[in-house]
């Protein structure tokens, strides 16, 4: 009896176990823990004109990463994506996002059901941020403001004023352009700076 029961105790504790690891995989919610791959880089301190300062060297420079290295770095993330998970002792990680085929290798200018131009390509959805602004500053295109949480950017484009975002399901990325009020931008104008980004991607 009492083996049987302790048998009983011991099937139990490791399908709770199981399960619960595998429900918090599942369930498991943005953290924050990744929000430093979206940090972006501030100018230097500016003194006052006149004021007598010794000169600030910073304790910690920041390193200058080449963008391709970051797109084929290890992914040091859970399966979802949206969280950092540290690697077990001897595992390899690998980049999952050029591990299997991506279907958007290169940028490519597509049209939804409505006709409004949105340019998809695959990817870390950090990489792929930090590459359409990259291509946004080649084209002399001025970002106004940058979300701190969202992919998205206030924009100068000549004249006029829009806001560019990108949302990811997985490792498939689609930048869509926005007019200030939230509606999508002159579809012409849209697909031509779309185009451009898409012609001066730098992957």
């Known amino acids: 009896m009492q083996?049987?029961?302790?048998?009983?105790?011991?099937?139990?504790?490791?399908?709770?176990?199981?399960?619960?690891?595998?429900?918090s995989t599942k369930l498991a919610v943005n953290n924050g823990s990744l929000d430093y791959k979206k940090a972006t880089t501030l100018a230097p301190l500016q003194y006052p004109e006149g004021d007598q300062a010794r000169p600030a060297t910073?304790?910690?420079?920041?390193?200058?990463?080449?963008?391709?290295?970051?797109?084929?770095?290890?992914?040091f993330?859970?399966?979802k994506g949206n969280r950092f998970a540290?690697?077990?002792p001897g595992e390899i990680v690998?980049?999952?996002?050029?591990?299997?085929?991506?279907?958007?290798v290169h940028p490519v200018v597509l049209l939804d059901g409505q006709q409004n131009p949105l340019l998809k390509v695959s990817g870390k959805p950090d990489t792929i941020w930090q590459y359409t602004l990259a291509t946004l500053g080649n084209l002399n295109y001025k970002v106004i403001d940058q979300s701190r949480s969202n992919?998205?950017?206030?924009?100068?484009?000549?004249?006029?004023t829009y806001i560019i975002k990108l949302s990811?399901?997985?490792?498939?990325?689609?930048?869509?352009l926005f007019n200030p009020d939230n509606s999508f931008a002159?579809?012409?104008?849209?697909?031509?700076?779309?185009?451009?980004?898409?012609?001066?991607?730098?992957?």
Request: proline share 8%; net charge negative.
């Open 3 to 23: 083996l049987r029961l302790g048998l009983t105790l011991i099937t139990l504790s490791v399908l709770t176990a199981t399960g619960c690891s595998t429900l």
């Open 58 to 75: 910073p304790l910690y420079p920041a390193p200058i990463i080449d963008p391709l290295a970051l797109q084929h770095a290890p992914d």
């Open 77 to 79: 993330e859970n399966q």
């Open 86 to 88: 540290m690697p077990r």
């Open 94 to 104: 690998s980049n999952r996002a050029s591990a299997k085929q991506a279907l958007y």
């Open 151 to 160: 992919y998205e950017a206030t924009i100068q484009v000549n004249d006029s």
């Open 168 to 176: 990811a399901v997985g490792k498939e990325n689609t930048l869509v």
């Open 186 to 203: 002159d579809s012409t104008k849209a697909k031509t700076l779309l185009d451009q980004i898409s012609q001066n991607w730098p992957a």
